[in-house]
């Protein structure tokens, strides 16, 4: 099992910054891959970013340009620095840890609120 734990949301400004912390911890060896997703009032979740155990990135459209992914190994922990936010950004942002091979296995943590105002 993976346990995974957010902090940085809170409320900003359009145009502000907010970085997310992941603490991950128990058997992450086990995972390969790192992701952001969020979560809007009424939408579905989708996904934000994601990193690879190669250090390989990626980014939904809507952020390119403006989130940036990173991880650091020493303290087991995944960023997401968030710049030029805008109003549309407001949503539960969640950790997401994802296993290799056929079956996939999903670790979540609880999420964490950012708000943007306008």
């Known amino acids: 099992q993976v346990q995974l734990v957010e902090s940085g949301g809170g409320l900003v400004q359009a145009g502000g910054s907010l970085r997310l912390s992941c603490a991950a911890s128990?058997?992450?060896?086990?995972?390969?891959?790192w992701g952001w997703y969020r979560q809007a009032p009424g939408k579905q979740r989708e996904l934000v970013a994601v990193?690879?155990?190669?250090?390989?990135?990626g980014y939904a459209d809507a952020v390119k340009g403006r989130f940036t992914i990173s991880r650091d190994n020493a303290k087991n922990t995944v960023y997401l620095q968030m710049n030029s936010l805008e109003p549309e950004d407001t949503a539960v942002y969640y950790c997401?840890?994802?296993?290799?091979?056929?079956?996939?296995?999903?670790?979540w943590g609880k999420g964490t609120l950012v708000t943007v105002s306008s």
């Open positions: 997401n840890g994802k296993t290799p091979g056929y079956y996939v296995v999903n670790f």
């Open positions: 128990g058997s992450i060896n086990s995972v390969n891959a």
């Open positions: 990193i690879t155990n190669s250090v390989s990135t």
